[in-house]
């Protein structure tokens, strides 16, 4: 075998917490591997760019190759480097289920176009679609009206009165363990930046933070809880903050010595305000950010303390769960959490 390849199977293989030999033979056809094994393999070999190469899909029934499904992944052009990601996951999955997935990009402020009959994608007018994955965050109306519709699966963000099912990640273990780290570093007043009511993931990973205080037998105060409006919540890139970064310096000043932010993009921001105001981090202070650090392009600063998720997994579970959901539309409504792992980059000290 060469060199590179297997090299590229290692990486899958440690990635995924399977074997080498799993990798090999899911990527050749073989039999005996779990149908969701084999999926993950498939959307993150095609991620790295060596499934395409090498990657055999076992046998499609001719029922299937006459009549194959086809699903819509709806996305809000804001994010798409995020966007690749999941694509990659949601397409190497459907290629182990003969799935045809058509994309569709609307801006934030157009996102109705698609319910009306002028400017939604044709192959929703037409029936062609069979079920919808829904990327990033839809208004709750759209949202419902899209699930009145087709079967559909939303990533990460979620619509809890509705019948969308979620692939969300396991933000309660992944706060978790990023207040744990900062426990251990010594921190025992630690706030929380860019909660945003409006959202759901950030309403979780606040709900997670809560627990952790409560957990950890530290003070919740509200002072230490710095808000965000929706606008900023969805940001894909870091934003100018110097209203609510003032919050935080504010509250810095009241020996908050560590923040656990909402996300990436809030973590990048707030790191931007507080170096401008001459802070060293994390000698002064320490910030964690949560999901896309590991991929995340931080303009040549150390890599923040997080916790990462592969994009590509759920991706792979939106494509498996969506079939589901499709095949039977009357089960209760799912949510499918991904779990994120600790990652300890530069931005917080060594535990004590």
Same mark, same amino acid.
């Given at each position: 075998m060469p060199r590179r390849e297997r090299t590229n199977l290692t990486t899958i293989a440690e990635r995924l917490g399977v074997s080498i030999s799993t990798v090999s033979r899911a990527l050749r056809g073989m039999e005996g591997i779990h149908p969701e094994?084999?999926?993950?393999?498939? =959307?993150?070999?095609?991620?790295?760019?060596?499934?395409?190469?090498?990657?055999?899909?076992?046998?499609?029934?001719?029922?299937?190759?006459?009549?194959?499904?086809?699903?819509?992944?709806?996305?809000q052009n804001t994010a798409p480097h995020i966007d690749q990601r999941f694509? =990659?996951?949601?397409?190497? /999955?459907?290629?182990?289920?003969?799935?045809?997935?058509?994309?569709?990009?609307?801006?934030?402020?157009?996102?109705?176009?698609?319910?009306? /009959?002028?400017?939604a994608p044709t192959s929703f007018r037409t029936g062609l679609v069979k079920g919808l994955i829904l990327l990033h965050r839809w208004p709750n109306a759209v949202a419902r009206q899209l699930c009145e519709k087709l079967p559909a699966v939303s990533i990460v963000h979620d619509y809890p009165n509705t019948?969308?099912?979620?692939?969300?990640?396991?933000?309660?273990?992944?706060?978790?363990?990023?207040?744990?780290?900062?426990?251990?570093?010594?921190?025992?007043?630690?706030?929380?930046f860019g909660l945003c009511p409006e959202v759901t993931w950030s309403c979780g990973r606040f709900a997670a933070y809560v627990e952790s205080l409560?957990?950890?037998?530290l003070a919740y105060d509200p002072a230490n809880v710095v808000r965000i409006d929706l606008k900023a =919540?969805?940001?894909?890139?870091?934003?100018?903050?110097?209203?609510?970064?003032?919050?935080?310096?504010?509250?810095?000043?009241?020996?908050?010595?560590?923040?656990?932010?909402?996300?990436?993009?809030?973590?990048?921001?707030?790191?931007m305000h507080l170096l401008a105001a001459g802070l060293r981090i994390p000698a002064?202070?320490?910030?964690?950010?949560?999901?896309?650090?590991?991929?995340?392009?931080?303009?040549?600063?150390?890599?923040?303390t997080t916790t990462d998720v592969v994009d590509e997994e759920l991706g792979a579970a939106a494509i498996r769960r969506l079939i589901s959901r499709i095949d039977s539309p009357n089960e209760s409504r799912r949510a499918i959490l991904v779990p994120a792992r600790l990652m300890v980059g530069k931005t917080t000290r060594p535990a004590v």
């Open positions: 094994t084999r999926s993950r393999i498939i =959307a993150l070999s095609h991620q790295m760019g060596y499934a395409s190469k090498s990657a055999v899909v076992g046998p499609v029934s001719s029922e299937l190759e006459r009549d194959p499904r086809h699903i819509l992944a709806l996305s694509m =990659a996951g949601i397409s190497g /999955a459907a290629v182990s289920f003969n799935i045809a997935v058509l994309t569709h990009l609307v801006a934030h402020d157009q996102c109705d176009s698609v319910l009306e /009959a002028r400017t019948q969308i099912d979620l692939i969300g990640i396991d933000e309660r273990r992944g706060i978790s363990e990023l207040m744990e780290h900062l426990y251990a570093a010594g921190h025992r007043r630690i706030g929380f409560t957990r950890l037998d =919540a969805l940001e894909a890139d870091p934003f100018p903050m110097p209203e609510t970064g003032n919050q935080v310096l504010d509250r810095i000043r009241h020996q908050v010595d560590a923040w656990v932010c909402a996300s990436s993009t809030t973590a990048e921001a707030l790191r002064d202070v320490a910030l964690t950010s949560f999901h896309g650090n590991s991929r995340y392009a931080s303009n040549g600063l150390p890599p923040f």
